[in-house]
């Protein structure tokens, strides 16, 4: 696959999802949670990465950061 294929690629599938990823920011800011406190946020981003698919979802770090692990082979 050339670079240009790619490019066209990665644009279809960024348009295939930009509608979820815009009705997410709209939650979250419809939805605000005081710094520190983001329990409910931590839920929302560790579930979608899970519904991604990911290798691992790790949650509790440093209180409710979210880390999400993608492997590679």
Known sequence: MD???TH???DARAAGVAERV???RRHLHRHPELS???VNTARLVA???R???LDEVRTGIAGHGVVGVLRGG
């Open 22 to 24: 815009v009705a997410w």
């Open 3 to 5: 670079g240009e294929a």
């Open 8 to 10: 066209e690629e990665l």
């Open 36 to 38: 520190n406190r983001e």
């Open 51 to 53: 519904g991604l698919g």
């Open 47 to 49: 579930d979608h990465l």
